[in-house]
Nanobody, 120 residues
Framework: QVQLVESGGGLVQAGGSLRLSCAYS????????MGWYRQAPGKQRELVAS???????NYADSVKGRFTISLNNARNTLYLQMNSLKPEDTAVYYC??????????????WGRGTQVTVSS
């Protein structure tokens, strides 16, 4: 099992920045990829960014050039640096991990989420 705990959400004005963190623990050697999802009220959960064990990254078109995902294995922490925030970035942000011994897809494990609110 893998445990994921997000932090770093909050209220920020449009154009501002936030850095989300996701501390992971447990059977971390089983993690094959990690990512950030978000879910706005009344909308489906969507993938924001992901990073594989090869360090290759992938971003939703809506956040390319503004968000950066990174992994610090020494600290067992996943980050999402969010710059130039827009009101449409308002959502609950979830950390997700893939387990190579389960489905191998993001969503094998989820954090509880952290709220990000961007005011106009």
């Amino acid at each position: 099992q893998v445990q994921l705990v997000e932090s770093g959400g909050g209220l920020v004005q449009a154009g501002g920045s936030l850095r989300l963190s996701c501390a992971y623990s447990g059977s971390i050697l089983r993690i094959s990829a990690m990512g950030w999802y978000r879910q706005a009220p009344g909308k489906q959960r969507e993938l924001v960014a992901s990073i594989a064990s090869s360090d290759s990254t992938n971003y939703a078109d809506s956040v390319k050039g503004r968000f950066t995902i990174s992994l610090n294995n020494a600290r067992n922490t996943l980050y999402l640096q969010m710059n130039s925030l827009k009101p449409e970035d308002t959502a609950v942000y979830y950390c997700a991990a893939a387990d190579g011994r389960l489905t191998g897809r993001l969503g094998d494990y989820w954090g509880r989420g952290t709220q990000v609110t961007v005011s106009s």
